[in-house]
């Protein structure tokens, strides 16, 4: 078995391709893929993928790791360079997860099909899997970040918002840069500045959310963190492709004004109302959607009105 990274949130993979299949004491790993972070049935921790992105040996097994030992001090760990306090932190519950795991030299390896381990893999019980799935919405909001219409720079902002990785107010104070008493929303509304509340929640930013629905003619949104916000808006025009491409590229388009505006009031103190912000989503939508295609003819009046009308989604 070789460890290697999985696309995606990333994480240590265990994969079985062309090798034995890994059979420990207290777990069996059945699927042709298995994240070790996963191992102890909590969800897979978001941050393996920097520990194998530290490791010298990427191509190590995992018969050689626990034989090299993979506990505290155990040769396995060898790393590029010196881990940082947190990345050490992170290894710990790592071996942590892996103490727990003893692997068994005399016995053979075997495929097991894990969602049913007495009866074994049957098309019945890999139907049930694959219908019977909810689509996860934390799993699903990633996937709409990057849109082909939408410019990379406002990608790359609603990636960095996902991961609350924004400098707003509330992580500068909880990195010591601002102090608590900065720390209050720029609209004058009196609450902290955190990503949630300038984007859903603040009374002056967040009620661009019903003025966009009405606008486009959606249903409005009622979830309350960012990922399923960004996940039920997609698709509150209806469940077509195009209806939820659309949607995509407005929250985008959303996201990026409201933090434009925020920086605006921050830095330049000048401040514009609810509906001029909605008037600038109206025209960088616009803009991005006819930007990339020279056939695309869109008529701007009939857009301002009656976006879907206009797209002919209607
Ligand atoms: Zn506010």
Redesign the pocket.
Known sequence: MVLETVSGPGGFVVSCFGSPVWDGERQTVCRREERVGAVEGGSAHSGWWRLFDLAVNKSVSVADMFQLGWGVGGETWVWRRQLRAWEDEMLGEFQTLLFTISLQAHSSDRWLWQPDLDRGYTVRSAYQLLTHQAVAPLEAAPGLIWHSQVPLKVSILAWRLLRDRLPTKANLTSRGILSVGDS????????V?SAH??FI??????SLWSLVSSWVGSAPVTTQTLSDHFVQFTSSAGGTRARRSFMQLIWLACVWVVWTERNHRLFRGSATSSLHMLDKIKTFSFRWLTAKSCTFALNYHSWWSSPMLCLGLV
């Open positions: 209050h929303c720029v609209s004058g509304c009196g609450s500045e509340h300038v929640s603040c009374s002056m930013f967040g």
